[in-house]
């Protein structure tokens, strides 16, 4: 593998891990707004590691795809997300299913099982971005236990939006990204549903007084 090309996979490698770490950066905050600012930075991380693969393999259509995770992801959602947090004046998630302590020691575990499970297929791999893999499902299943672990709508939607971001860096790790078209569905149907939380959190305020999805479970037919 020549320098230039190893010094790009790690890279890559490096922007991936810094993507993992914002995970755990979420799992222990109990801000609303903070959560929303580390997405955003994740998403900044994420358009990083795409523009990075782009330019070391030659992909032009990931390029765009980097684009579309500045726009959307980094600046149309998360104000979305925080004028959702102003108008609702909820600033802190003060009850959670899981503590945060043992929300770190049950991301750890997820980061390991990812591992276990993708160590068998990584060096099957020839792409220099093969080894973002593992850090790809880590990702995936710790945006899945955010959606668990959390009562408010919008950290859930946080945790909808970094599962998105995982399976975008798993496909770019296994394929150099999705086709273009699919890529517009996907960042279509993603800006979508943060305007469906937009709506959906301001009905359960006005229905409950609170935006914990927990109080759902009172309704009647």
Do not use: W
């Amino acid at each position: 593998m020549p320098v230039s090309t190893h010094l790009g996979s790690q890279l890559v490698d490096l922007c991936s891990v810094l993507l993992l770490l914002c995970c755990f950066a979420i799992v222990a905050q109990r801000r609303l707004s903070a959560c929303v600012d580390l997405f955003a930075l994740q998403s900044v991380f994420l358009a990083a590691t795409a523009a990075l693969v782009a330019f070391l393999t030659g992909h032009r259509h990931i390029y765009f795809a980097a684009a579309l995770t500045i726009v959307i992801k980094v600046i149309v959602l998360p104000r979305i997300l925080r004028k959702v947090i102003e108008r609702l004046n909820v600033s802190r998630e003060l009850v959670m299913n899981v503590n945060v302590p043992a929300g770190l020691l049950i991301c750890g575990a997820l980061v390991i099982v990812a591992f276990f499970i993708t160590q068998p297929i990584i060096p099957l791999g020839y792409l220099l971005t093969r080894d973002s893999l593992a850090i790809a499902l880590a990702i995936v299943l710790i945006g899945f236990f955010t959606m668990i672990a959390r009562k408010k709508a919008v950290t859930q939607m946080v945790g909808f939006l970094v599962m998105e971001n995982g399976v975008f860096l798993g496909a770019t790790a296994a394929a150099y990204g999705m086709p273009l078209i699919v890529e517009l569905g996907v960042f279509f149907d993603v800006l979508v549903a943060g305007l469906i939380v937009g709506i959906y959190t301001h009905r359960l305020q006005d229905a409950f007084d609170s935006v914990d999805t927990g109080a759902l479970t009172v309704l009647k037919e």
